[in-house]
């Protein structure tokens, strides 16, 4: 016994000493890539992109690493990181308000981002940090051959959007998925209203609230939260809190509910071509017309401020995106929106193609809780406004009340920051 | 007899070291975080004395929290300690069957709050669901048991016992066996029913055992992250939030460690305050035999 | 005392009930890991029609199962063999050794029992960082000799003060060093004990997401808790898959406690509990 503890404990101090000694130093300059780990850009895609530019650049050794399950959010995870010293050398990024303060971030020069169609947004007082690198689209999915047998047409005004609702309502179809307990999927239809109702007629609303000069609690946001909720009460089922993502995409893939308020990573979905319907995609309309489009594009790649290599991150960043066949590769699995100057043709599948051709010429507003740079969300909030605004108006909790609960955690997230 | 203190120390000395260093220095720290405004990234932080716990005082969705945790605490102690002893008595017996039904009772145990999860997310679907598939066979309307945040609540809290209620009825039923036969064979004698057994020997000698599986169970409760975090996550809207989820969100999602620290030092206070109290009471009625 | 036996035969029956009852989940897990999607959709609760084995196999597939036994069972066996080493040694002291000193040692040994695991996570991560253990395996050991220290040393105190210290005693004075002692002597003596501490740290370690998730990180490797959790997350609604992933992560952790449950209810018998 005692001879085998005298083992037991001579290896776990080899193993230790192993685990201590394996940073071996070599001639090459080594960064670490810390990348989104998704169903559509699994793990081998991020790979790729490292071999392809350790290809590029020899003299370079990426290393990819990502969020340590699929159930982590690798935006939440970074800050793990950051907190214990483990900071990525470049890594992709939601919310850069976040790191900032912190000094966690490095800044992208002026002029350094102009491949991108809008190298300017999301900057943060005047400074970029984040290099976009897609566009999402958010809208409504619809069964085509539901609507077309109930002799339904795609709404074009809110009121014809309830009328389709009580339609499909009648004919005891399920007119609207959405499911409460991932904590996000609800978000996309709330975001969708937000925009018509409130961030059409006023753009720079984000940068008003930052500057206190607006409440949460105001009548449009009131007005665009109501009818989420009427929504959410009338047209969604019984039991919104027990329905995952997963469910809310079986139940409209199966043909169980009729329309999806989804963003347009979906298309990855439409294009698996399980469904035995064709699938249709709308904006959601506002009171008068359909003319107004949330869009994401609150997402890119960033640098630390502590990476030993900031020039190599840079080149590679820039290598991204110059890197065609790649960018495409990232684009295609989701069916994404390039952000770049040069077009970045890709296989896309026919609703992409008709999306593209349907927004072109529409009132573009980001997407309420990810509005980047100078309007963005106070750290905490856009969390509070997944977890727990949207999901209890969604439960039919008072829209007021929960607004002006909204006001307060905002004041505490301020409070907090000084 | 003298005993050598070099040994003494090379025996106790590595333990506590890892102890030291993956236990109670973290807990210092945490303690110390609870007084700073540190948004746990950053590289520094002022002291800002009690302004943390000031708030969290102001905190409705930390009371939401603290709620939350003491009614989960509260359900989960009732039921391992009332179903655990009532088993436990009905299980120190010998027989095959029993032996089997003590196995079966333990399995669930040994399961990860993960799978727990898994399967009575499954079962307790409001559509698609086991229990309402059972409830529609028989012709009743089924149960939407995420329906209100307390129903949730009381869900979470079933589904939490029947993970570890095995763990407390096994200590039950090793406490039941060091009850000497001799007592309840003369009880037998004088004609005493079971009854009678139960709450006049049974009950009183369990005292040992009720002050472990209390302070156990109470502390279990308190501490509760996995369960709630994998089947609701903590909401619909934080409606089934726990202190700890509480603690992790303001940390991670509000970049507010030292708010988050203060918050998981109060529940370490409360967990202190329960388990001293509890030590108090059962040393007044622990019996000796 | 016929009227007793009926007695006993129908507590016997109600208990059986009872547990049968109360494995029923599990029961469901089982049969529809072994039933093609369909089937579990329109008959969940019947045995399989269509007996299958194709969900483990997808399961096994998706998710590089022999990696995460392999990493588990590493991880599990040697936190478990450091701790009831660093334990039984201490805890062996303790219980041994008179006076204050050692109360207080007792008291303070247990407070970590309290202690919500929430807390000790990440300042962990910054000390296995700085010593160069981040992502590893030994790091995730150490971890777990600090985590569980207090429960283990809870189970041993409380046995070995059941073993007469006339036994130790009387080696010490034939000139035997304490290590002997404790290894040769009091070490077998303890072994109900042990195989108690087996079982629960190792359902515990097994069954454990979320520090392997930090310790080990992206590099470190999966276990195979972290793995389903992982694997679980991508398809909610295929429950013919989860459900075989369940049986997959379960299986060996249940097989371990049915093969000591014997030592181990005779661990917690003799003495473990009583403090």
């Known amino acids: 016994m005692k001879r085998i503890i005298t083992l037991l404990m001579a290896v776990i101090l080899v193993l230790g000493m192993f685990a201590g000694g394996a940073v071996a130093e070599t001639a090459k300059s080594k960064i670490v890539f810390c990348v989104n780990i998704q169903p559509q850009l699994p793990v081998e895609y991020w790979q790729s992109i490292a071999d392809a530019y350790m290809a590029y650049n020899p003299s370079v050794e990426v290393e990819i690493i990502g969020q340590p399950s699929s159930n982590v959010d690798v935006f939440q995870y970074e800050k793990t990181l950051l907190a214990t010293g483990q900071f990525p050398d470049v890594m992709v990024m939601?919310?850069?308000?976040?790191?900032?303060?912190?000094?966690?971030?490095?800044?992208?020069?002026?002029?350094?981002?102009?491949?991108?169609?809008?190298?300017n947004i999301g900057k943060i007082d005047g400074v970029q940090y984040v290099a976009n690198y897609k566009k999402q689209v958010i809208g409504v999915f619809y069964n085509k051959d539901i609507f077309a047998a109930n002799g339904l047409e795609v709404p074009q005004?809110?009121?014809?959007?309830?009328?389709?609702?009580?339609?499909l309502k009648a004919k005891e179809i399920l007119p609207v998925s959405i499911g409460i307990k991932d904590g996000w999927p609800q978000i996309m239809l709330a975001n969708m209203l937000a925009g018509t109702d409130l961030l059409a007629n006023d753009t720079s609303w984000g940068i008003q609230r930052n500057a206190d000069t607006v409440k949460f609690n105001n009548p449009q946001l009131v007005k665009a939260m109501e009818k989420y909720q009427y929504i959410c009460q009338n047209y969604a089922?019984?039991?919104?809190?027990?329905?995952?993502y997963t469910q809310m995409?079986?139940?409209?893939?199966?043909?169980?509910?009729?329309?999806?308020?989804?963003?347009?990573?979906?298309?990855?979905?439409?294009?698996?071509?399980?469904?035995?319907?064709e699938v249709g995609w709308f904006p959601m309309p506002g009171d008068d017309n359909a003319n107004v489009l949330s869009v994401?594009?609150?997402?890119?790649?960033?640098?630390?401020?502590?990476?030993?290599?900031?020039?190599?991150?840079?080149?590679?960043?820039?290598?991204?995106?110059?890197?065609?066949?790649?960018?495409?590769?990232?684009?295609?699995?989701?069916?994404?929106?390039?952000?770049?100057?040069?077009?970045?043709?890709?296989?896309?599948?026919?609703?992409?193609?008709?999306?593209?051709?349907?927004?072109?010429?529409m009132q573009e507003v980001e997407g309420f809780e990810s509005m980047t740079g100078d309007a963005a969300f106070l750290p905490g909030l856009k969390d509070y406004y997944t977890n727990k605004l949207t999901q209890n108006i969604a439960i039919g909790n008072d829209v007021a009340t929960e607004l002006d609960n909204f006001d307060k955690e905002w004041d505490i997230a301020k409070e907090a920051l000084n | 007899m003298k005993h050598n203190k070099l040994y003494d120390t090379l025996f106790l000395a590595p333990g506590f070291l890892v102890y030291i260093i993956f236990m109670i220095i973290p807990v210092i720290m945490c303690f110390l975080y609870s007084f700073t405004n540190w948004d746990g990234i950053s590289a520094s932080f002022r002291f800002i004395g009690l302004k943390n716990f000031v708030n969290l005082f102001q905190d409705a969705s930390f009371f939401q929290a603290l709620k939350v945790t003491l009614i989960i605490m509260v359900l989960t102690t009732l039921i391992y300690n009332i179903l655990g002893i009532i088993l436990a008595a009905l299980l120190n017996d010998t027989g095959k069957l029993l032996g089997f039904s003590r196995s079966a009772i333990?399995?669930?145990?040994?399961?990860?709050?993960?799978?727990?999860?898994?399967?009575?997310?499954?079962?307790?679907?409001?559509?698609?669901?086991?229990?309402?598939?059972?409830?529609?066979?028989?012709?009743?309307?089924?149960?939407?048991?995420?329906?209100?945040p307390m129903t949730t609540i009381f869900m979470i809290s079933g589904i939490i016992c029947w993970n570890s209620l095995g763990f407390f009825v096994v200590i039950y039923i090793s406490t039941l066996t060091t009850i000497p036969q001799e007592i309840y064979e003369a009880c037998k004698v004088d004609g005493a029913g079971w009854f009678y057994r139960f709450f006049h020997i049974t009950l009183p000698l369990l005292a040992p055992g009720i002050t472990i599986n209390c302070i156990l169970s109470v502390a279990g409760g308190l501490k509760q992250y996995d369960h709630v975090k994998v089947i609701t996550g903590g909401g619909p809207g934080g409606a089934t939030q726990t202190v700890t989820l509480f603690g992790v969100e303001k940390a991670f999602e509000y970049n507010r460690r030292g708010y988050s620290s203060a918050a998981i030092i109060i529940l370490f206070i409360i967990i202190v305050i329960f388990s001293i109290v509890q030590l108090a009471i059962s040393k007044k009625h622990e019996v000796e035999y | 005392m016929s009227m007793m036996k009926i007695g006993g035969w129908i507590k016997r029956i109600l208990v059986l009930i009872f547990a049968l009852v109360y494995l029923a989940p599990l029961y469901i897990a089982v049969v529809n890991a072994v039933k093609p999607y369909d089937e579990i959709i329109k008959s969940p609760l019947t045995l399989p029609k269509q007996f299958t084995l194709n969900n483990f196999v997808e399961a096994y597939q998706s998710s590089n199962m022999l990696e995460l036994y392999k990493n588990s069972i590493v991880i599990t066996v040697s936190s478990v063999a450091l701790l009831i080493l660093l334990t039984s040694m201490a805890a062996y002291i303790i219980a041994r050794r008179k006076g204050k000193v050692?109360?207080?040692?007792?008291?303070?040994?247990?407070?970590?029992?309290?202690?919500?695991?929430?807390?000790?996570?990440?300042?962990?991560?910054?000390?296995?960082?700085?010593?160069?253990?981040?992502?590893?395996?030994?790091?995730?050991?150490?971890?777990?000799?600090?985590?569980?220290?207090?429960?283990?040393?809870?189970?041993?105190?409380?046995?070995?003060?059941?073993?007469?210290?006339?036994?130790?005693?009387?080696?010490?004075?034939?000139?035997?060093?304490?290590?002997?002692?404790?290894?040769?002597?009091?070490?077998?003596?303890?072994?109900?004990?042990?195989?108690?501490?087996?079982?629960?740290?190792?359902?515990?370690?097994?069954?454990?997401?979320?520090?392997?998730?930090?310790?080990?990180?992206?590099?470190?490797?999966?276990?195979?808790?972290?793995?389903?959790?992982?694997?679980?997350?991508?398809?909610?609604?295929?429950?013919?898959?989860?459900?075989?992933?369940?049986?997959?992560?379960?299986?060996?952790?249940?097989?371990?406690?049915?093969?000591?449950?014997?030592?181990?209810?005779?661990?917690?018998?003799?003495?473990?509990?009583?403090?």
């Open chain 2, 106 to 148: 333990f399995i669930p145990t040994v399961l990860s709050a993960v799978v727990v999860a898994f399967i009575w997310s499954y079962v307790m679907q409001t559509n698609g669901g086991v229990i309402n598939a059972i409830i529609e066979m028989f012709g009743g309307t089924k149960v939407d048991f995420y329906a209100t």
């Open chain 1, 296 to 361: 994401f594009v609150n997402e890119g790649l960033s640098i630390s401020a502590m990476t030993k290599y900031p020039d190599v991150c840079k080149d590679f960043v820039k290598f991204f995106f110059a890197d065609k066949a790649l960018y495409s590769d990232f684009l295609k699995g989701e069916q994404l929106f390039s952000t770049t100057k040069e077009s970045v043709p890709y296989e896309m599948i026919p609703l992409r193609k008709y999306i593209e051709e349907a927004i072109a010429g």
């Open chain 1, 237 to 244: 089922g019984d039991s919104l809190p027990s329905i995952t």
């Open chain 1, 249 to 277: 995409l079986e139940q409209f893939f199966t043909g169980k509910a009729a329309m999806l308020p989804m963003g347009s990573w979906v298309n990855a979905e439409v294009a698996k071509a399980e469904q035995e319907f």
């Open chain 3, 102 to 275: 050692y109360q207080m040692l007792y008291v303070f040994s247990l407070a970590g029992i309290m202690i919500p695991p929430v807390v000790t996570l990440i300042p962990s991560i910054k000390t296995l960082s700085a010593l160069h253990l981040l992502y590893t395996m030994p790091g995730l050991l150490l971890f777990y000799a600090g985590t569980y220290f207090s429960t283990t040393i809870f189970l041993y105190v409380g046995f070995i003060k059941t073993i007469p210290a006339s036994l130790d005693e009387s080696a010490f004075i034939d000139g035997a060093n304490p290590f002997t002692t404790f290894f040769r002597i009091i070490f077998p003596l303890i072994k109900p004990c042990t195989a108690t501490a087996i079982i629960f740290l190792g359902m515990w370690i097994w069954n454990d997401f979320l520090n392997p998730m930090y310790i080990l990180g992206f590099r470190g490797g999966k276990t195979i808790t972290t793995g389903i959790y992982n694997a679980i997350g991508a398809y909610t609604s295929m429950w013919n898959l989860v459900f075989a992933n369940v049986m997959l992560a379960s299986l060996p952790i249940i097989i371990l406690y049915l093969c000591m449950q014997k030592m181990f209810m005779q661990g917690l018998t003799s003495g473990a509990v009583k403090g």
């Open chain 1, 157 to 167: 005004t809110y009121q014809a959007f309830l009328d389709v609702c009580e339609a």
């Open chain 1, 94 to 119: 939601q919310n850069p308000a976040d790191f900032v303060p912190s000094g966690a971030l490095l800044a992208f020069d002026e002029g350094e981002l102009d491949y991108l169609l809008d190298p």
